[in-house]
């Protein structure tokens, strides 16, 4: 257990890396202005050596010139170390002398300056020191205060990964019990638990995992959807099927009536006659009769399989829900009128994000608040004829457009379309509907009404709907 926990621990100090060195030089007036040229964005390294009329992007390219030396081919360790160290020291220089420059402020938010990122750097001077420590020769002096600092860095970083480190140590967990004992698979396990740690410490990917997680329930969730509506629809046909068999069978029972009133006239008038009963002609008639008469059997058959069969569909519980959600939500507009005809999809009504929220905000504003007000109201009257055994609850789901946004408050259409569901929520639970019956929930650009692309189509996919679920 000792191997494997040190095997763990060496295999999250590669992945994670570790705080970068201090600040060692002198510091310009944090407010200073600057008159830089600003580089094209994607400029390399050479590009930005003839710009250098400005002390910034000289700073740029010694930094630059630095990593390449990091970077070379048969660097020692050690070297290698100094280099990124050296970088990360004129990045401090450069920041903290102006602040205000273009470079800096593309440092500052973690965005890439040409093929440039600063996210990288760090990460490869984390793995750097880690190697020029391991060395058994020419290691830094100062190895003991690196790693340590770097050990504390991983422990902030993992803070704000927290509920997925409690995941992986499940996960973790689990994988021991599973070997029972047999060592000889520890460092497999150990490589995997490796790999898991790698992706608490990239960020990236973790989002894109994460994106594609949700696509992946939003999908599963659109087919059930889809299966709940086929239920309904087949109840439907089922009932309809119904109806027609009834209205079948009570024109073959007339019929039927008809032809026996028939056959006993025709034998009346049939036995009157000098020559006695004509046989074939009431043999005719007997033939129809019988006819008729085993048609209303497989008729009344035929009716009461469908009727069983509308029974059983009535009776299914992913029926009982559509019913449930959309006369629910049919009760509340009857109520409220809180939305219009086109607002109506089904089992969701639909918001128009130009009625709740300002463009790129997600403020409510004063039109989409009273709109709120009425469906709060219709809500809180309608809520009461659910049956009490039905765990119901609002899901609000918020979409955007393609376009993307990128401001500080929202880094991308997630976000925004989260922050408007989230706005929703509490304005609705402020009007007295309670948490617990709420759901907030983001789809992004991911699920467009309208794949178009004209402003029209924009419009349309920027909403926020309500969907009455069973929980």
């Not at 927290?162 to 060592?183: K, P, W």
């Not at 409220?336 to 300002?358: H, K, T, Y």
Request: glycine content about 6%.
């Amino acid at each position: 257990m000792m191997r494997f926990i040190s095997a763990f621990a060496v295999a999250l100090l590669l992945a994670t890396g570790a705080a970068y060195a201090q600040q060692d030089t002198k510091a310009k007036p944090a407010g200073a202005e600057t008159t830089d040229a600003v580089p094209a964005e994607g400029a390399s390294a050479e590009t930005l050596s003839c710009e250098c009329d400005t002390e910034v992007n000289a700073l740029f390219v010694t930094i630059l010139d630095n990593i390449r030396k990091a970077e070379a081919v048969g660097v020692l360790p050690l070297e290698r170390y100094r280099f990124y160290r050296l970088a990360l020291r004129g990045i401090d220089q450069l920041v903290d002398r102006y602040p205000r420059s273009w470079i800096a402020v593309r440092i500052l938010a973690d965005q890439p300056i040409g093929n440039f990122y600063y996210g990288s750097l760090k990460r490869r001077f984390r793995l750097a020191a880690v190697e020029a420590c391991g060395a058994e020769k020419n290691a830094p002096e100062d190895c003991r205060t690196v790693l340590s600092e770097h050990l504390q860095t991983i422990v902030v970083e993992l803070r704000t990964v927290e509920t997925r480190v409690v995941q992986v140590q499940e996960l973790i967990t689990r994988l021991e019990a599973s070997f029972n004992g047999q060592v000889d698979r520890i460092a497999a396990l150990s490589t995997e638990v490796g790999s898991l740690r790698a992706q608490l410490a990239s960020g990236e990917q973790e989002k894109a995992d994460l994106n594609a997680t949700i696509a992946e329930i939003q999908a599963l969730a659109d087919r059930f959807q889809r299966n709940l509506r086929n239920a309904a629809t087949k109840r439907r046909e089922a009932e309809v099927e119904r109806d027609q068999l009834q209205a079948l069978l009570e024109s073959e029972k007339q019929r039927g009536e008809d032809l026996s009133t028939q056959l006993v006239a025709a034998k009346a008038a049939l036995e009157g006659k000098s020559g006695g009963v004509d046989r074939a002609e009431m043999g005719r008639l007997q033939g129809q009769l019988l006819a008729a008469t085993n048609r209303i059997n497989r008729l009344e058959g035929q009716l009461a399989k469908a009727n069983e069969r509308a029974a059983a569909l009535s009776e299914r519980e992913d029926v009982k829900i559509i019913d449930y959600r959309t006369d629910f939500l049919a009760r509340i507009n009857e109520l409220g009128g809180v939305a219009g005809e086109n607002e109506i999809q089904g089992e969701r009504i639909v918001f128009s994000s130009e009625v709740l929220f300002d463009v790129g905000k997600a403020t409510l504003r004063a039109a989409g608040k009273k709109r709120l007000d009425a469906f709060a109201a219709a809500v809180k009257q309608a809520a009461p004829e659910i049956p009490a055994d039905v765990n119901w609850a609002l899901q609000i789901d918020g979409h955007t457009d393609i376009r993307p946004i990128s401001t500080a408050q929202f880094p991308s259409n997630w976000e925004l379309s989260i922050a408007r569901a989230i706005s929703v929520v509490h304005y609705l639970n402020s009007k007295g509907i309670p948490y617990e019956r709420l759901v907030a929930a983001a789809h992004a650009e991911f699920h467009p009404r309208d794949r178009g692309t004209t402003e029209a189509a924009y419009q349309k996919n920027r909403r926020v709907e309500v969907r009455f679920l069973e929980q």
